[in-house]
């Protein structure tokens, strides 16, 4: 018998290129959530509210959001989790961790833009964790591609077959709103930001429809209907589900048009929470054990409390506040008095929590990436790998008398998972490495601001960082002495070859056969 506060929980990530109108999306799903009064408008003046997912400072002056952030609201008798994610390529890691903690996901594509890089690389991920996807082309109400255009560019370049639920009808000055294929119905658009659109239910032979759109638009739209039902087949919900076909949806986030369609369909369609792979075993997510894992580590959410705060996705059974759990790592047993969740950055404490749902635990460096909490099972989630860093700079101490601030600072932003920390074994100097050069501009501005450190960048020449192992420990030996200038530790203390160019790595590659050379942190 499934158990039907599992079956109501709807876990996703909404992911896309920047500027592509993610956290628009985002407040508009609180907004019919009743999570949030007024949107963010965030582009007023008079309205001097930021967006509500976007808390960091540096991202409230840059207006990118550089770390996920996690909301839930009812919606329709449903319990939603969002998780909205960094779309800046710096960023990426984040976002990759965060898909593993997700059943489904919607990606935001700009009607005008179309398809862009990082979010062929997203679409690479869901893909390879069979992740279902909606996409919803925003920016109806600027100028955009052809929607038969787009269609073809969503199948193309991100691989997987598409089915539009709902239709454009002109786009830019010209948008008259899209018919939803889905309840037949049409949408007139009006363009306000606050409130919702009226719905007519117009049977399109008849000549209502002309009387509300034209004539002319009228003719053109049964034209594309009849096109769609003729190019593409019958969506099927089994077929979204295996990951297999993305349903289409086309409005405009800011001003809410679209939304309401996407979220409707959305939750009656979109998985509940889903069996999640362990080393040891599948755990399903109506099992009666709690079990869960450790995907991300936020410092500061508020800059009163130096708090850090973990969060964990429930993979099954029920999570009770106060119960004793089993931290597999640690081999021992924590008890949570104040587990949380989110609304953005209003967070209010909970007593029990299911599985799908993502909850906050107060986190004082007990907790790492990837950290495992049972009821007394050894259970190890994989699939939560750190990439090999491309970007090196040596972190140098800027002001000597916050030796100890500096240290601390680094040590939370690393646990974040924000970057990575070598320490090179040959002077004994402390290299970041990033996955993008913002990182760097982060991590200053935050030691700076949460704990009153300042630090000093300053360049090392390297290519990559890769994690080596070997069985023959007399060859280990051997390519630690001779590399002994480029070697390092992580925090681990696993060591580390810091190699200064291609031609280096693939030298050493061949010359030490019975080395293995990995590049995710994950072996």
Known sequence: MANPEIERRRTFAIVAHPD??????TEKFLLFGGQIQVAGAVKSNKIKKTATSDWMDIEKQRGISVTTS????DYQGYKVNILDTPGHQDFAEDTYRTLTAVDSVIIVVDGAKGVETQTRKLMEVCRMRR??????????DRE????FDLMDELEEELAIRVRPLTWPIESGPRFKGVYNLYEHNLNLFQ???QVVTEKVEVDIATPELDARIGPALADKLRGELELIEGVYAEFDVQEYLKGEVAPVFFGS????FGVEELLNTFVRIAPSPRPVQAEERTVLPDEPRFTGFIFKITANIDPNHRSCVAFCKVCSGRFTRNAPYYHVRHDKTMRFSSPTQFMAQRKTTVDEAWAGDIIGLPDNGTFKIGDTLTEGEHLHFRGLPSFSPEMFKYIENADPMKQKQLAKGIDQLMDEGVAQLFVNQFNGRKIIGTVGQLQFEVIQYRLEHEYNARCRWEPVSLYKACWI???DAAELEAFKKRKYQYMAKDREGRDVFLADSGYVLQMAQMDFKNIRFHFTSEF
């Open 20 to 25: 592509a109108g993610k956290t628009s999306l």
């Open 70 to 73: 996690v909301m839930e609201f």
């Open 131 to 140: 992740t279902p996807v909606i996409i919803f082309v925003n920016k109806m």
């Open 144 to 147: 955009a591609k052809d929607p």
């Open 191 to 193: 363009p306000s930001k």
């Open 253 to 256: 986030a800011l001003n809410n």
């Open 469 to 471: 192992e070997s069985d």
